[in-house]
């Protein structure tokens, strides 16, 4: 059990049967009545962020979410193939356990499996990848203007904004959370 007065970010509790990551908390004591605790918080399984108020006494179990590093195999339609380095076994995931930064996935990277009692709700990708562009336009010399993108398609099929310098076979480096080009990749 937890006490809402020991909230940290990262902290997971069970709260009326749904799992809930803290995302923000802060302790506050106004001048009159008593203290409280206002927690930013998302729902794990669903992605759902609230804001709610508990009085610091309160408990609530802790929930143990487990993460697994696990090397992304291929897919078959709906299902993602993800290989568990111990066992060598292929453990499928649905597509819907999946966000938009799973785009920059190439077969064989390692991604990070989170599930709770044995159900899989997420796949964290990793933080940065290496990607080669396979189509854009040709940029050309002499346009020297600051903060000008184009469109860009990496080998996975995902579309980025890349600057005008970027051409087809480069290898760039993007940052999955955001979808963003960070660089060329050395």
Not at 60 to 81: F, I
Not at 91 to 117: G, H, R, W
Not at 157 to 175: M, T, W
Request: charged residues 25%; proline residues 5%.
């Amino acid at each position: 059990m937890i006490s809402a007065g020991e909230f940290r970010n990262g902290v997971t509790f069970d709260m009326d049967g749904k799992v809930m990551q803290v995302i923000e908390f802060q302790h506050v004591k106004p001048g009159k009545g008593a203290a409280f605790v206002r927690v930013k918080m998302k729902n794990v399984i669903t992605g759902g962020v609230t804001e709610t108020s508990f009085n610091p006494s309160a408990k609530y179990p802790t929930a143990y979410v487990e993460r697994k590093k696990m090397e992304y195999s291929y897919n078959d339609g709906e299902l993602y193939y993800f290989m568990d380095p111990e066992t060598y076994e292929l453990v499928p995931i649905e597509k819907s356990a999946l966000d938009d930064s799973f785009n920059f996935v190439k077969e064989n990277d390692v991604c990070t499996i989170m599930s709770y009692k044995g159900s899989v709700f997420g796949v964290e990708p990793p933080r940065f990848v290496e990607l080669v562009v396979t189509a854009t336009e040709p940029g050309f010399a002499g346009n020297t203007a600051t903060n000008v993108t184009k469109p860009a398609t990496v080998e996975t099929g995902a579309d980025v904004k890349v600057p005008l310098f970027i051409n087809e076979g480069d290898k760039i480096q993007i940052d999955t959370t955001t979808g963003e080009y960070l660089g060329r990749a050395k």
